[in-house]
């Protein structure tokens, strides 16, 4: 059974600062999704990392891929407060193309003036 | 494109009555549609896929005979929580993939349910 586990859960910094969230899997599993999700809101596709040493970035956040691994990473740089919300990482089981998917525990970010 | 429409975004009723919440892909056809419900504060937990024109599979633990999902058409599938219950309170939220061969899915806006 694929389990998906993420840390830190809970992430409060300050605006301007670095920080990396992990997304752990314990299958074998061929890509890897990232989503935001804003209080009350369903979720928003931030990346999808389709092979090992996949890196995507869009603004100030960059996602990767280790499949050797099984771990994602999920970059924030400088900051910002509107990054603030809960970032899920989430993958299917084996190697399949589905989008029957397994989702972390989610990291709460708060970014502060 | 690739929208994926929930509707009510937000339904309330009465314990023991049942409530359907539909999902619409808007712009595409979905041969399979996911449902996830997440309680607060915690992570989407998968529910049922569901390919048109057959039956849902659910996860286990996934009370089929109380969860009750339809996926008649390329573009519509409902979810019908039966005999509703206040621990059923939960956002519930579907997700549509073109194809068997697409690497993703598109999630619907989420529907709050609250059972009173």
């Known amino acids: 059974e694929l389990k998906v586990e993420q840390n830190p859960l809970f992430l409060s910094m300050q605006e301007g600062k670095n920080y990396t969230i992990y997304c752990n899997y314990s299958t074998t599993s061929d890509r890897l999704y990232w989503y935001r999700q804003d209080p009350g809101k369903s979720l928003e596709s931030l990346f999808v990392l389709l092979s090992n040493g996949a890196v995507k970035q869009e603004g100030r956040l960059m996602a990767s891929l280790d499949t050797k691994a099984r771990l994602s990473t999920l970059h924030i740089t400088a900051a910002v407060h509107d990054l603030s919300a809960t970032y899920f990482c989430?993958?299917?089981?084996?190697?399949?193309?589905?989008?029957?998917?397994?989702f972390g525990e989610g990291t709460q970010l708060t970014v502060n003036p | 494109g690739a929208v994926v429409s929930q509707h009510p975004s937000r339904v309330i009723c009465k314990s023991g009555t049942s409530v359907k919440i539909e999902c619409r892909s808007l712009d595409f056809q979905a041969t399979t549609m996911f449902w996830y419900r997440q309680f607060p504060k915690q992570s989407l937990m998968l529910m049922a896929t569901s390919n048109e024109g057959s039956k849902a599979t659910y996860e286990q633990g996934v009370e089929k005979d109380k969860f009750l999902i339809n996926h008649a058409s390329l573009t519509l599938s409902t979810l019908t929580v039966t005999s509703a219950h206040p621990e059923d309170s939960s956002f519930y939220i579907c997700?549509?993939?073109?194809?068997?061969?697409?690497?993703?899915?598109?999630f619907g806006q989420g529907t709050r349910l609250t059972v009173v």
């Open positions: 989430a993958a299917p089981p084996g190697e399949t193309s589905g989008s029957r998917l397994t």
């Open positions: 997700s549509a993939r073109k194809g068997a061969a697409d690497t993703e899915a598109f």
